[in-house]
C-alpha cells in the first residue's frame, strides 16, 4: 500500500531464517487488518499471512508453523518472523492494509489481487 515500506529481506541458505519489517502504519489504519503477500518469478501474488484487529491470524497452508506475523503498535510496524526457510519462500514480499470487516481467511489464496497497489517490497532469496 502507498506508504507502507518493506524491510529486512535477504540472501540466506535453506533452514535459516528472517524477519521483515513493514512501516509506518498510520494511525488512521492502525485498526484495520493487515497481511503479507508475496511474489515468487513469473508468478501471480499470494497472500501467505493475515492478522485481524482482534489478533486472530490466518497463514498459507505453505507457511504455516514456520511464519508468523505479528504487529508492534508502539512502533507502527508489521513483522514477518520466517523460519526454517525454504528454496521455494524464495520471493519479493510485500505488506498491506486490508479493508475493515475482510475475512482474513479470503486474503490467504493465490491472486490476482485487484486494485491493490503493491510497494517496493523486499527481497527474499533463499538457496538450498
Known amino acids: 500500500a502507498q506508504g507502507l515500506v518493506e524491510s529486512g529481506g535477504a540472501s540466506v541458505q535453506a533452514g535459516g531464517s528472517l524477519r521483515l519489517s513493514c512501516a509506518p502504519i498510520?494511525?488512521?489504519?492502525?485498526?484495520?487488518?493487515m497481511a503479507w503477500f508475496r511474489q515468487a518469478p513469473g508468478q501471480a501474488h499470494e497472500g501467505i499471512a493475515a492478522?485481524?484487529?482482534?489478533?486472530?491470524?490466518v497463514y498459507a497452508d505453505s507457511v504455516k508453523g514456520r511464519f508468523t506475523i505479528s504487529k508492534d503498535t508502539a512502533k507502527n510496524t508489521l513483522f514477518l518472523q520466517m523460519n526454517s526457510l525454504k528454496p521455494e519462500d524464495t520471493a519479493m514480499y510485500y505488506c498491506?492494509?486490508?479493508?475493515?470487516?475482510?475475512?482474513?481467511?479470503?486474503?490467504?489464496?493465490?491472486?490476482?489481487?485487484?486494485?491493490?497497489?503493491w510497494g517496493q517490497g523486499t527481497q527474499v532469496t533463499v538457496s538450498s
Open positions: 498510520t494511525i488512521s489504519y492502525s485498526r484495520y487488518p
Open positions: 498491506d492494509y486490508l479493508a475493515r470487516g475482510t475475512t482474513i481467511r479470503t486474503m490467504i489464496r493465490r491472486g490476482p489481487f485487484e486494485g491493490r497497489h
Open positions: 492478522l485481524d484487529t482482534d489478533g486472530s491470524t
